[in-house]
């Protein structure tokens, strides 16, 4: 609309001064320069615009929206609310002069800069443009990408990337590489600072993986779109293995087999209009508390379902997420990686409209015990939420690590240790609620008072114990025949909260409608709490 | 303004009470027990006349916390008993005692007589009320009490024998004068023998469990082939629920109306009858809602089926409350079906309209006392519907069975003139051993428009969460034209859903109700989202938009629509109406009380999902629906669809249950139709058929198996 206004009055001016004959000639002539360099000027900025608008042009346009794909700018269309865009850097333009490629410019080049708002609150964000050199990264390409991850540090808000790009651009060589690693430097020096977070809607291949890899959160797209380190031709030059892009590297591999990805989405419009949900749960930056919104779901809702959702029978499985649904504000819950690990649950919820970050153990699936993958999963999930100031509640029924070669060989020493490291150094309040079993080192882990749990409470249903009644039976009565009688005699003594209760491990025994109401109120108390860990130049996670 | 503060005031309040009811569930028992007092007007319990001090409850669920309840007002304690897993179900929190009596499955448990003796010798309890179903008729049982000197709360042996067995009881009920439906004077031997009997009588006939009862067992035929399947199907049925495969075939009665008298009788000969129960509307032979009075019956042709109820009752010394059950023609020719000798699920309705206490007779009669009521005391006041509630999916064959935990349950007793008999509670676990009802809804009225109104209001207010559930059908019946006009018959659901129940069909109206209420459901949670109570910085430049174009995504259809806020209401512009939506409701309450241009509806907000995604229960069906930005609604077109998986290649489980038995094996060639395996539910079994010929390429069950919904069983190649 404004451009077409502009065009329309500098066009009648250009004629009123065109039919000007009686004026002086020199001056006429040096005027006419002048102002026909301005109008020049003005229209070659807004070709370029309309340019960079359209990308690679109408015709990959098309191609883009036949592979079910929206444009880099669609897309922004779709993530920031109505008007909100401001973009950066439109007018850039790649500086190769090699293999003809100083014929082929687009303003703007292969990505989209910019900030702009989701839901009132500031981003910045890049979103790589597959029309223009199938979104390749040039230097000018990483430059533009630099640039708002450096005003994203500077003021404190979330950098948002949007990838979709064939790789590095060829033909710049080297300068493409350098390119890459301005950004992982840059994807390094923002990690703790602004929640950085990938949506991988094309492909991703090679280098270019490590952004994101690095970002907090890497979500997919289904269907179109792949990460991986090398693609399947040279997977089958190499290994001689045939595979195809969507099992290397497609969303269902990343967000069930790998756990590179933390979830996946039907199509683009499904994952960014879901990326903004799920940007309402983060603070902007780790200087801010974990947001408050707006709530509705009275903080002091009894849960009656609750009472009954752990099974009688104390080897039944049961779904945590009853139990998370049930606690949490209007049972909103984004659940992290709900695909992978299956045996622990993470995710975001609100407790009386505060963003807090969640913890289970999942008894329904591998009676809800701690492996290599879990404890990763886990460990990661922890340290955003302490580097981002949200709080974590831990929901607690685990028989303990999962025992096994395959776990040995893998090295679930080295990856529980991550989970409980992550535990123990968060600062941030942390509340623990033991539904039924924490045994042995698994109890230590998941929370615990020991690790500088603010509140621990138990329900009625928790047995808190070295191990299960079997196994210390046949350690503590080694060849004795009264097996039953001895298991009984354990289970008296442990399959119950009171002996974490009466050494004050556990702060309290509640009832488990109760739930809801003793978070909320913790909460608020905790809102206050200060604690910090020793000075030191970064810790040394068992990674 | 005053007015609008006036009804914000009110809404309030009415939340409040909501609130103060979702908080504190047994407050809301003890208020529908005190309203149910109100029902109870004809001969209320005399505190002085001598009664049991004790009796145990040979039940579970709704019934044995509705007798729990009446034992408790007459002063007797109660015990309950239970399966392992009903540990914790509130009829056993409702009663003073409780014993366990074994597993889960009912024969291991409910039906554990030995079991059951034990419990009533170490309680010490005086009398067993059966509540139905179990060992509700079983004479043995009865037997067995009598010889510890244990009183039934029931009819005695020789009643329940009498009745039990359908071609015996035919003989008493045409000795008593009562009329009878022609049919087969005996006990089909085998499928063949079905064939040749069925066209002696000529087609339809029905084929049904000699023992049966409850549309278990039953089968109608209309030629050989399915004369022959329904043998086969029936006998199956008959063994595994009641032990008793014997068979019987009789005409059927076609387009006929289920109309069953209430009866009640003493121990000293007298009976009186408690008028009419109109049960039409059934699927697959079991009641779905149920009415009294009904709207086909004369005072004369009333008089007369009750009299002969009497007559049949006084014949055999029936002391108890019993149902005595009659095809009605569309002249009004009534023939005698079947009597149950026992409390029917559907006694409320009869409580409601006579202002009798049908525990409180039975137990009174049980004890030894004569009736007080005689048959002029018995009267017909107003009008009560109730709507069988059911953990199962109406979409399938009008109700295939469902299973899950409650993750929310609030019935709409906030509502007057509402009784909800029910057994579970939130969190209560619906699993495949016991019947899925959830609960029976009872309204209540002057007239039947009363009732039926209420029954729609408390329908659009009960929230029910974590289980598919049939109100969908319930409250479309309710609102449907041939039943609010009373043309019933038996036949009314297949002939008014021909292609089966398809949910609540919009008319344009609704259409845009529904698309105002979703847009300002969106955008009520669009404003929320940005609305932080800790933001202590600073928001950039960011305005709240003043109107929204939204496209909302309904029953198959995108609807456009113009939002904008306006004194506190959100005036929604779709196609040519603007519809206004009072936007004081609230996201957090799964019921919206939304005043929709004027009017006010109860709507369910089931799940607010992220993407614009809303799940939303309007006039009883729940609507997957999206509302999108137009934006966003333009780019959906460039959005491949997503492959679907090949039905007709696979054969999924319909209901969760167990594997019956699989009837083909891996290589096998089907044929379009052709059985591949039995699942049963629920005591039904199920026939699956392939949906297309091909050659089986892998069966992925066992016999004996237990399956989940969806599970698929065979695949084809």
Same mark, same amino acid.
């Given at each position: 609309?404004?451009?077409?206004?502009?065009?329309?009055?500098?066009?009648?001016?250009?004629?009123?001064?065109?039919?000007?004959?009686?004026?002086?000639?020199?001056?006429?002539?040096?005027?006419?320069?002048?102002?026909?360099?301005?109008?020049?000027?003005?229209?070659?900025?807004?070709?370029?615009?309309?340019?960079?608008?359209?990308?690679?042009?109408?015709?990959?346009?098309?191609?883009?929206?036949?592979?079910?794909?929206?444009?880099?700018?669609?897309?922004?269309?779709?993530?920031?609310?109505?008007?909100?865009?401001?973009?950066?850097?439109?007018?850039?333009?790649?500086?190769?002069?090699?293999?003809?490629?100083?014929?082929?410019?687009?303003?703007?080049?292969?990505?989209?800069?910019?900030?702009?708002?989701?839901?009132?609150?500031?981003?910045?964000?890049?979103?790589?443009?597959?029309?223009?050199?199938?979104?390749?990264?040039?230097?000018?390409?990483?430059?533009?990408?630099?640039?708002?991850?450096?005003?994203?540090?500077?003021?404190?808000?979330?950098?948002?990337?949007?990838?979709?790009?064939?790789?590095?651009?060829?033909?710049?060589?080297?300068?493409?590489?350098?390119?890459?690693?301005?950004?992982?430097?840059?994807?390094?020096?923002?990690?703790?600072?602004?929640?950085? =977070?990938?949506? =991988?809607?094309?492909?991703?291949?090679?280098?270019?993986?490590?952004?994101?890899?690095?970002?907090?959160?890497?979500?997919?797209?289904?269907?179109?779109?792949?990460?991986?380190?090398?693609?399947?031709?040279?997977?089958?030059?190499?290994?001689?293995?045939?595979?195809?892009?969507?099992?290397?590297?497609?969303?269902?591999?990343?967000?069930?087999?790998?756990?590179?990805?933390?979830?996946?989405?039907?199509?683009?419009?499904?994952?960014?209009?879901?990326?903004?949900?799920?940007?309402?749960?983060?603070?902007?930056?780790?200087?801010?508390?974990?947001?408050?919104?707006?709530?509705?779901?009275?903080?002091?809702?009894?849960?009656?379902?609750?009472?009954?959702?752990?099974?009688?029978?104390?080897?039944?499985?049961?779904?945590?997420?009853?139990?998370?649904?049930?606690?949490?504000?209007?049972?909103?819950?984004?659940?992290?990686?709900?695909?992978?690990?299956?045996?622990?649950?993470?995710?975001?919820?609100?407790?009386?409209?505060?963003?807090?970050?969640?913890?289970?153990?999942?008894?329904?699936?591998?009676?809800?015990?701690?492996?290599?993958?879990?404890?990763?999963?886990?460990?990661?999930?922890?340290?955003?939420?302490?580097?981002?100031?949200?709080?974590?509640?831990?929901?607690?029924?685990?028989?303990?690590?999962?025992?096994?070669?395959?776990?040995?060989?893998?090295?679930?020493?080295?990856?529980?240790?991550?989970?409980?490291?992550?535990?123990?150094?968060?600062?941030?309040?942390?509340?623990?609620?033991?539904?039924?079993?924490?045994?042995?080192?698994?109890?230590?882990?998941?929370?615990?008072?020991?690790?500088?749990?603010?509140?621990?409470?138990?329900?009625?249903?928790?047995?808190?114990?070295?191990?299960?009644?079997?196994?210390?039976?046949?350690?503590?009565?080694?060849?004795?025949?009264?097996?039953?009688?001895?298991?009984?005699?354990?289970?008296?003594?442990?399959?119950?909260?009171?002996?974490?209760?009466?050494?004050?491990?556990?702060?309290?025994?509640?009832?488990?409608?109760?739930?809801?109401?003793?978070?909320?109120?913790?909460?608020?108390?905790?809102?206050?709490?200060?604690?910090?860990?020793?000075?030191?130049?970064?810790?040394?996670?068992?990674? | 303004?005053?007015?609008?503060?006036?009804?914000?005031?009110?809404?309030?309040?009415?939340?409040?009470?909501?609130?103060?009811?979702?908080?504190?569930?047994?407050?809301?028992?003890?208020?529908?027990?005190?309203?149910?007092?109100?029902?109870?007007?004809?001969?209320?319990?005399?505190?002085?006349?001598?009664?049991?001090?004790?009796?145990?409850?040979?039940?579970?669920?709704?019934?044995?916390?509705?007798?729990?309840?009446?034992?408790?007002?007459?002063?007797?304690?109660?015990?309950?008993?239970?399966?392992?897993?009903?540990?914790?179900?509130?009829?056993?929190?409702?009663?003073?005692?409780?014993?366990?009596?074994?597993?889960?499955?009912?024969?291991?448990?409910?039906? *554990?007589?030995?079991?059951?003796?034990?419990?009533?010798?170490?309680?010490?309890?005086?009398?067993?009320?059966?509540?139905?179903?179990?060992?509700?008729?079983?004479?043995?049982?009865?037997?067995?009490?009598?010889?510890?000197?244990?009183?039934?709360?029931?009819?005695?042996?020789?009643?329940?024998?009498?009745?039990?067995?359908?071609?015996?009881?035919?003989?008493?009920?045409?000795?008593?004068?009562?009329?009878?439906?022609?049919?087969?004077?005996?006990?089909?031997?085998?499928?063949?023998?079905?064939?040749?009997?069925?066209?002696?009588?000529?087609?339809? +006939?029905?084929?049904?469990?000699?023992?049966?009862?409850?549309?278990?067992?039953? *089968?109608?035929?209309?030629?050989?082939?399915?004369?022959?399947?329904?043998?086969?199907?029936?006998?199956?049925?008959?063994?595994?629920?009641?032990?008793?495969? *014997?068979?019987?075939?009789?005409?059927?009665?076609?387009?006929?109306?289920?109309?069953?008298?209430?009866?009640?009788?003493?121990?000293?000969?007298?009976?009186?009858?408690?008028?009419? *129960?109109?049960?039409?509307?059934?699927?697959?032979?079991?009641?779905?809602?149920?009415?009294?009075?009904?709207? /086909?019956?004369?005072?004369?042709?009333?008089?007369?089926?009750?009299?002969?109820?009497?007559?049949?009752?006084?014949?055999?010394?029936?002391?108890?409350?019993?149902?005595?059950?009659?095809?009605?023609?569309?002249?009004?020719?009534?023939?005698?079906?079947?009597?149950?000798?026992?409390?029917?699920?559907?006694?409320?309705?009869?409580?409601?309209?006579?202002?009798?206490?049908? +525990?409180?007779?039975?137990?009174? +009669?049980?004890?030894?006392?004569?009736?007080?009521?005689?048959?002029?005391?018995?009267?017909?006041?107003?009008?009560?519907?109730?709507?069988?509630?059911?953990?199962?999916?109406?979409?399938?064959?009008?109700?295939?069975?469902?299973?899950?935990?409650?993750?929310?349950?609030?019935?709409?007793?906030?509502?007057?003139?509402?009784?909800?008999?029910?057994?579970?509670?939130?969190?209560?676990?619906?699993?495949?051993?016991?019947?899925?009802?959830?609960?029976?809804?009872?309204?209540?009225?002057?007239?039947?428009?009363?009732?039926?109104?209420?029954?729609?209001?408390?329908?659009?207010?009960?929230?029910?969460?974590?289980?598919?559930?049939?109100?969908?059908?319930?409250?479309?019946?309710?609102?449907?034209?041939? /039943?609010?006009?009373?043309?019933?018959?038996?036949?009314?659901?297949?002939?008014?859903?021909?292609?089966?129940?398809?949910?609540?069909?919009?008319?344009?109206?609704?259409?845009?109700?529904?698309?105002?209420?979703?847009?300002?459901?969106?955008?009520?949670?669009?404003?929320?989202?940005?609305?932080?109570?800790?933001?202590?910085?600073?928001?950039?430049?960011?305005?709240?938009?003043?109107?929204?174009?939204?496209?909302?995504?309904?029953?198959?259809?995108?609807?456009?629509?113009?939002?904008?806020?306006?004194?506190?209401?959100?005036?929604?512009?779709?196609?040519?109406?603007? +519809?206004?939506?009072?936007?004081?409701?609230?996201?957090?309450?799964?019921?919206?009380?939304?005043?929709?241009?004027?009017?006010?509806?109860?709507?369910?907000?089931?799940?607010?999902?992220?993407?614009?995604?809303?799940?939303?229960?309007?006039?009883?069906?729940?609507?997957?629906?999206?509302?999108?930005?137009?934006?966003?609604?333009?780019?959906?077109?460039?959005?491949?669809?997503?492959?679907?998986?090949?039905?007709?290649?696979?054969?999924?489980?319909?209901?969760?249950?167990?594997?019956?038995?699989?009837?083909?094996?891996?290589?096998?060639?089907?044929?379009?139709?052709?059985?591949?395996?039995?699942?049963?539910?629920?005591?039904?079994?199920?026939?699956?058929?392939?949906?297309?010929?091909?050659?089986?390429?892998?069966?992925?069950?066992?016999?004996?198996?237990?399956?989940?919904?969806?599970?698929?069983?065979?695949?084809?190649?």
């Amino acid at each position: 609309m404004a451009g077409q206004t502009l065009r329309l009055a500098t066009g009648s001016l250009l004629k009123k001064y065109v039919s000007l004959p009686s004026l002086g000639l020199n001056t006429s002539i040096i005027r006419h320069c002048s102002i026909a360099q301005t109008i020049k000027v003005r229209d070659d900025i807004r070709k370029k615009r309309s340019e960079a608008v359209l990308g690679g042009g109408k015709k990959r346009i098309e191609a883009q929206h036949k592979k079910g794909k929206l444009t880099a700018r669609e897309r922004i269309e779709l993530l920031c609310d109505p008007g909100s865009f401001t973009e950066f850097d439109m007018f850039a333009e790649h500086t190769c002069t090699d293999f003809g490629m100083e014929n082929q410019k687009y303003p703007g080049d292969s990505v989209v800069t910019g900030h702009g708002l989701i839901h009132g609150r500031l981003v910045y964000l890049f979103s790589q443009d597959f029309t223009v050199f199938g979104g390749s990264l040039s230097s000018v390409h990483a430059k533009k990408i630099c640039k708002v991850m450096d005003q994203a540090m500077l003021v404190g808000a979330p950098v948002i990337g949007l990838n979709d790009s064939g790789g590095a651009r060829i033909q710049e060589g080297v300068e493409s590489l350098a390119g890459y690693a301005d950004i992982f430097q840059r994807n390094v020096m923002a990690s703790g600072v602004v929640p950085q =977070i990938s949506m =991988i809607m094309g492909p991703c291949a090679g280098g270019a993986v490590y952004s994101p890899a690095l970002t907090d959160f890497t979500f997919m797209i289904q269907d179109t779109s792949y990460l991986f380190i090398t693609g399947p031709d040279v997977v089958k030059a190499v290994t001689n293995e045939d595979v195809t892009q969507e099992e290397l590297g497609g969303a269902r591999t990343h967000t069930t087999l790998s756990g590179v990805a933390h979830k996946a989405f039907n199509n683009d419009i499904h994952g960014l209009l879901n990326l903004r949900t799920f940007m309402n749960y983060l603070p902007q930056s780790n200087q801010d508390q974990a947001p408050i919104r707006q709530c509705d779901d009275p903080w002091d809702r009894d849960v009656p379902g609750l009472d009954t959702v752990v099974p009688l029978e104390s080897t039944a499985a049961y779904n945590m997420l009853d139990v998370v649904h049930g606690v949490v504000d209007e049972g909103d819950f984004f659940e992290i990686m709900p695909n992978y690990a299956k045996n622990i649950i993470v995710g975001f919820a609100r407790m009386n409209g505060r963003t807090v970050g969640i913890v289970g153990n999942q008894p329904k699936s591998a009676a809800g015990c701690l492996d290599i993958n879990s404890s990763v999963k886990g460990a990661r999930f922890v340290r955003f939420c302490d580097a981002f100031n949200i709080p974590l509640v831990t929901f607690v029924d685990v028989p303990g690590f999962l025992p096994g070669t395959a776990q040995e060989y893998g090295g679930i020493i080295r990856h529980g240790a991550k989970l409980l490291y992550a535990f123990a150094e968060a600062t941030v309040p942390k509340i623990t609620v033991i539904t039924r079993k924490a045994y042995g080192g698994a109890y230590d882990v998941m929370s615990s008072k020991h690790l500088r749990g603010d509140m621990n409470y138990t329900w009625p249903t928790a047995e808190v114990a070295v191990m299960g009644a079997k196994g210390a039976v046949s350690i503590l009565y080694r060849g004795q025949s009264d097996v039953a009688k001895y298991e009984k005699e354990y289970i008296d003594k442990f399959g119950n909260p009171f002996p974490a209760a009466v050494r004050g491990f556990v702060d309290d025994i509640i009832e488990p409608h109760t739930t809801r109401r003793r978070i909320c109120q913790d909460l608020d108390k905790l809102a206050t709490k200060k604690l910090t860990n020793p000075w030191k130049k970064h810790a040394n996670i068992p990674l | 303004m005053a007015f609008t503060a006036l009804t914000k005031d009110f809404s309030r309040l009415l939340r409040a009470s909501l609130l103060a009811y979702h908080k504190n569930g047994r407050r809301a028992l003890t208020l529908s027990a005190s309203r149910r007092c109100a029902i109870y007007t004809t001969d209320p319990i005399d505190a002085n006349e001598p009664t049991f001090d004790k009796i145990l409850i040979a039940n579970r669920g709704e019934i044995a916390c509705r007798v729990i309840k009446t034992a408790r007002k007459m002063g007797i304690k109660t015990v309950a008993i239970h399966s392992d897993v009903d540990s914790n179900a509130p009829h056993v929190k409702l009663a003073d005692e409780a014993v366990c009596v074994g597993t889960a499955q009912a024969r291991d448990s409910y039906l *554990r007589m030995d079991r059951i003796l034990d419990a009533i010798k170490t309680t010490g309890s005086q009398a067993v009320h059966p509540g139905y179903g179990f060992l509700s008729e079983n004479a043995d049982f009865v037997q067995k009490l009598e010889d510890i000197g244990v009183s039934f709360i029931g009819p005695n042996a020789k009643a329940i024998t009498g009745m039990g067995d359908k071609l015996e009881s035919k003989r008493l009920a045409m000795a008593a004068g009562v009329n009878t439906i022609p049919g087969f004077d005996g006990i089909v031997k085998d499928a063949e023998d079905c064939v040749r009997i069925s066209n002696d009588i000529g087609y339809p +006939v029905m084929i049904k469990a000699s023992a049966g009862g409850g549309g278990k067992g039953m *089968r109608i035929a209309w030629n050989d082939d399915e004369a022959r399947e329904g043998f086969k199907l029936s006998t199956q049925e008959a063994a595994s629920s009641f032990g008793d495969d *014997r068979i019987l075939v009789e005409k059927f009665v076609d387009n006929p109306r289920h109309i069953e008298i209430q009866v009640l009788g003493d121990k000293f000969g007298n009976a009186i009858y408690l008028n009419e *129960r109109e049960c039409s509307i059934q699927r697959r032979n079991q009641k779905v809602i149920e009415e009294a009075p009904s709207v /086909f019956l004369d005072e004369a042709t009333r008089k007369a089926m009750g009299e002969q109820a009497v007559a049949l009752a006084k014949q055999i010394g029936y002391s108890s409350a019993g149902t005595v059950e009659f095809l009605v023609d569309s002249k009004k020719n009534f023939y005698f079906l079947e009597m149950n000798t026992r409390l029917q699920v559907e006694h409320p309705i009869t409580e409601c309209i006579t202002g009798v206490d049908l +525990v409180h007779q039975m137990i009174r +009669v049980a004890k030894g006392h004569s009736l007080k009521i005689s048959q002029k005391d018995v009267p017909i006041r107003g009008w009560a519907i109730e709507s069988r509630v059911y953990a199962e999916d109406p979409f399938k064959n009008f109700g295939l069975p469902s299973i899950g935990r409650l993750s929310k349950y609030q019935e709409p007793l906030h509502l007057p003139k509402v009784r909800c008999d029910s057994g579970i509670e939130e969190g209560s676990e619906i699993s495949i051993y016991y019947d899925p009802m959830i609960c029976k809804l009872v309204c209540y009225g002057d007239n039947r428009e009363e009732a039926l109104e209420r029954s729609i209001k408390a329908l659009d207010a009960y929230v029910i969460r974590g289980v598919t559930h049939n109100i969908p059908l319930l409250r479309d019946i309710l609102t449907e034209a041939r /039943f609010v006009s009373g043309n019933i018959s038996t036949n009314y659901l297949p002939e008014v859903y021909p292609d089966g129940f398809k949910g609540k069909q919009l008319t344009s109206k609704e259409k845009a109700e529904l698309t105002a209420v979703l847009a300002s459901v969106y955008v009520k949670d669009a404003l929320r989202s940005r609305n932080f109570m800790n933001a202590e910085r600073i928001k950039v430049n960011s305005r709240i938009p003043s109107s929204w174009s939204l496209v909302v995504q309904v029953a198959g259809e995108d609807v456009p629509c113009e939002i904008k806020v306006e004194d506190g209401a959100f005036k929604v512009t779709v196609e040519d109406r603007v +519809v206004a939506v009072d936007s004081a409701f609230d996201l957090a309450s799964p019921l919206i009380e939304a005043n929709i241009d004027g009017e006010q509806e109860t709507i369910q907000l089931i799940k607010l999902g992220s993407g614009g995604e809303i799940r939303i229960r309007y006039k009883g069906t729940a609507f997957q629906t999206t509302v999108v930005t137009d934006t966003a609604h333009r780019y959906l077109s460039y959005m491949p669809e997503k492959p679907k998986v090949d039905q007709s290649k696979v054969v999924l489980s319909p209901m969760p249950g167990l594997v019956k038995s699989i009837a083909c094996a891996p290589g096998d060639m089907v044929g379009e139709g052709q059985e591949v395996c039995v699942i049963e539910a629920m005591k039904m079994q199920n026939s699956l058929v392939a949906a297309a010929t091909g050659k089986v390429k892998a069966i992925h069950v066992k016999e004996g198996e237990t399956v989940e919904e969806e599970q698929v069983l065979v695949e084809l190649e």
